[in-house]
């Protein structure tokens, strides 16, 4: 079936994206969407109260899906004058800009940071802080687009030392407190945070060539970008998923501690799980933590235990 997006959504700047471009913007689409549903369904292996890392998965994956399906139909876009003259076109000359994909990073970046962070024990102002930093980061670049003259530059230079930051946190007390926890923490934490942090050094080089400085194509950027995306989003959570699997979670008391008509459904299906913060004598499975997995903490005894043995 013919792409007839550029047809229905005709573009609005002299440099846009093409038909090639838009079927590549379908197939980024495909893959988020794909992913998406299988961390879906991978989540109900869990019991509730104990899927955090999946559900922000699917917030990342959901969002991302949106945000190229209106990418490849040739929306979420607006036309922006450029500052430099290349690839044939006068400086001044329209060009195209994407303020959708601002829209994804606002909701995706600081779930992706939070898949890591909520892994490391972070304090919650530190993360309150670097997910703002993270807004800090994404705004400006948002900006800094929209804006025609040199002064784009400035916001640009914002942003950076907003990453900067984010880095810093990552690389110091986030991996400094993950480290306390335990040493598989460590390792898990440290390989995931050294590949996010690779692959967002990237972004502002994608948008310095293409926002900024207008050296490359709007296909080439969607390109640029869409191979980023495919490699933060879906390759990158499936695959810090998988490392958390391995670790016994439940040592960052991030599972829900309310009992309710669902607590009781997901005992029966899982077997007996911990409720208001206290965990059973014996567990059903062989299970543990937030991955399914055998929880190797003592048992609490019981009041009506204690009660039994008193004089």
Known sequence: MPNGALTANPPNATQHITTHGSDWLWAVFAIMTFTDIVVF???????????????????ILT???ISYFSMASNLGST?????FAHMGYAAG??????????????VTTPALLLTLVLASGLPLSDIIALCYF?????VTGLVGGLVPSTYKWGFYAFGCAALFYIWWVLAGPA???????????????????????????????????????????PD????FYGILDVLAKPVYTVYHLATLS????????????????????????????AVNGTTPAAPVSGRRGMFGKRSQQPAEPRTSDITAVAP
């Open 79 to 83: 036309p922006v004058s450029t500052e």
């Open 63 to 65: 969002t991302a899906a």
């Open 41 to 59: 369904i991978w989540q109900f292996k869990l019991p509730r109260g104990q899927r955090v890392f999946h559900q922000l998965a699917m917030f």
């Open 175 to 217: 991996r400094k407190s993950a480290g306390v926890i335990g040493a598989d923490f460590k390792t898990t934490f440290t390989r995931s945070a050294a590949i996010l942090s690779f692959l967002w050094l990237l972004y502002p080089i994608a948008w310095g060539l293409a926002d900024g400085a207008n050296v490359i194509s």
């Open 134 to 138: 993270d807004l800090v980061m994404i």
């Open 220 to 223: 080439s950027e969607m390109i």
């Open 93 to 106: 000359t329209s060009r195209q800009f994407w303020y959708v994909r601002y829209i994804d990073w606002v």
């Open 246 to 273: 391995r670790l016994d979670l439940t040592l960052l008391q991030l599972s829900s501690g309310k009992f309710s008509t669902s607590a009781v459904h997901d005992r029966e299906k899982y077997g007996n799980t």
